[in-house]
């Protein structure tokens, strides 16, 4: 298999995409963030010394996902045109789970844009946590499902 980002002399470039066609891209992404249950009540309780930690999660996800070319040495520049977030919580679990879905019309996709956005805005919560708790675990940061572009739609099952 021919990797392509790397070239006849297997050194990196970044992918040519000028032949590609301009089409209509989406990617969805989601991660999960555990915390005790101490970090879990003073997020809902918004009580955090540093302030509101869901809603800045969510400007962190969004500027990670718009700040992804400079963050990931490959990545192509795109002008996103739509940047959506959730927060779900999971109080059984003491855990919130973000998700963030990314659309752009371009000649490349936005998956590293979703899966930025979302490792972004939980080490944000992370940040905004870390006196209360250092134990907190981020994991399950998967891409949910992608649109548009050669290879077509995908789907986590």
Do not use: W
């Amino acid at each position: 298999m021919k990797l392509t980002h790397l070239d006849e002399k297997n050194h990196p470039k970044m992918v040519d995409v000028s032949e590609k066609s301009i089409t209509q891209r989406e990617a969805i992404a989601s991660g999960i963030i555990f915390m005790s249950k101490e970090a879990f009540e003073a997020v809902k309780q918004n009580s955090a010394k540093k302030g509101p930690v869901l809603q800045t999660a969510v400007v962190g996800a969004i500027m990670g996902a718009k700040k992804t070319s400079e963050l990931i040495p490959m990545c192509h520049p795109l002008v996103l045109s739509k940047i959506d977030t959730q927060v779900i919580e999971m109080p059984k679990e003491y855990a919130f789970k973000l998700i963030v879905k990314v659309k752009c019309e371009g000649k490349t996709g936005v998956e590293m844009e979703a899966l930025t956005g979302i490792s972004i805005g939980l080490l944000t919560i992370y940040d905004m946590l870390k006196a209360i708790d250092k134990t907190m675990k981020i994991s399950e940061i998967v891409l949910e499902s992608k649109e548009g572009g050669k290879s077509g739609k995908y789907m986590r099952t």
